[in-house]
């Protein structure tokens, strides 16, 4: 089958560093996107990773290992603003078709 | 203006009705996507589409169907709503050959 974890909800200080995990077990695995999600509205794209490393873009940073089935979201230097769903998702299959885990809740607090 | 626009933005609507969810995109992108989402499960896809003439079904279409009347154009409905189809709705798009997707601001569905 397929599936996608990761925790359901966390909770950071301003200012500090949070790592959200996301494990996945898909067939015809192609890469994995990371979207973050504010209440209410659209989902909007943060990274796409591929191969296997880190990829660094300003304050956030994405992981991939292929072997493990295993992906990381790095935020850092938390923002009030960065409260929000992060989807972890799963790029599967020869048609672009996303599966979709079901979100990680961060609350970042003064 | 968006690149991906949803009409409506809320409806209430009884069981037993039809209804249709508009989805219009000015990005010139040839995929086109409807999902769904609930408390707690995630984004799940209804139906897909490559090009005009290229439907797909999804993880979910039971109760649903879809029409793409245009490359920007892309319509979901519910032929006989149910409560359980209570939902927020979006629709993305993304290029060929090009795997990110992108979102509108989506529909909330309540079908009392």
């Known amino acids: 089958g397929q599936n996608i974890d990761q925790p359901t909800e966390m909770t950071a200080t301003e200012g500090a560093i949070v790592q959200i995990n996301c494990t996945y077990q898909t067939s015809g695995f192609n890469g994995l996107f990371w979207y973050q999600q504010h209440a209410g509205e659209a989902p909007t794209f943060l990274s796409y990773n591929v191969l296997d490393g880190l990829e660094e873009k300003g304050r956030f940073s994405s992981f991939l290992s292929r072997s493990k089935g295993y992906s990381y979201l790095l935020l850092k230097e938390l923002q009030m603003k960065d409260s929000a769903s992060y989807l972890c998702a799963a790029s599967s299959g020869g048609y672009n078709k996303l599966i979709f885990g079901a979100g990680t809740r961060l609350a970042v607090h003064p | 203006d968006a690149d991906v626009t949803q009409t409506p933005r809320n409806r209430i609507t009884k069981t037993g009705k039809r209804i249709m969810l508009e989805c219009s995109q000015t990005k010139g992108h040839d995929r086109m996507y409807w999902y769904r989402q609930d408390p707690g499960l995630g984004l799940r896809l209804i139906y897909y589409?490559?090009?005009?003439?290229?439907?797909n079904k999804g993880e979910i279409s039971d109760g649903y169907s879809v029409s793409r009347q245009a490359q920007a154009k892309f319509s979901l409905s519910l032929e006989s709503a149910i409560p359980n189809q209570t939902a927020l709705y979006f629709c993305?798009?993304?290029?060929?050959?090009?795997?990110?997707?992108?979102f509108g601001p989506g529909t909330r569905l309540l079908v009392l």
């Open positions: 993305a798009t993304s290029p060929q050959g090009h795997e990110t997707q992108y």
């Open positions: 589409s490559f090009d005009v003439k290229d439907i």
